[in-house]
C-alpha cells in the first residue's frame, strides 16, 4: 500500500507542479490577510506604525531594534540615512531622519 502512493508523492514534490502549489499558498494567504482586514475598527498595523514620529538621529547610520524586547524577533536593522530624507526600517517600519546640529 505505502509503496503504491509512493509514485503519487514523488509527483507532488515534483517542480513541475510547484505552479499549483504556489497558487494554493497564495489562496491561503490572500484568506488570512482578509480574515484580519474584516474588522475596520482597528487600525492595521502599518497605521499605527506610521502614527510614531520620524526618530531624530545624529549622524548618518542608526541601528535599529525595534521595540526594547529582544524576544520580539527584530534582528539589528542598520538604517542608512540620506539628508532631508526619511529612512524606513524595514523590519519594523520606524522612520528616522538626521538631526542638524548648525
Ligand atoms: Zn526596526
Known amino acids: ?16 507542479h510547484s505552479a499549483t502549489k504556489e497558487r494554493a499558498i497564495n489562496t491561503l494567504v490572500s484568506e488570512h490577510t482578509a480574515k484580519w482586514m474584516q474588522d ?3 487600525k492595521s498595523p502599518m497605521e499605527l506604525i506610521s502614527e510614531v514620529p520620524p526618530i531624530k538621529v545624529e549622524g548618518r547610520i542608526v541601528a535599529c531594534e525595534g521595540d526594547s524586547n529582544p524576544a520580539l524577533g527584530h534582528p539589528i536593522e542598520f538604517v542608512c540615512l540620506d539628508p532631508e530624507k526619511l529612512a524606513l526600517c524595514k523590519y519594523c517600519g520606524l522612520r528616522y531622519v538626521q538631526d542638524h546640529h548648525h
Open 1 to 16: 500500500m505505502a509503496t503504491r502512493r509512493l509514485p503519487h508523492l514523488l509527483k507532488t514534490l515534483d517542480p513541475f
Open 40 to 42: 475596520t475598527s482597528k
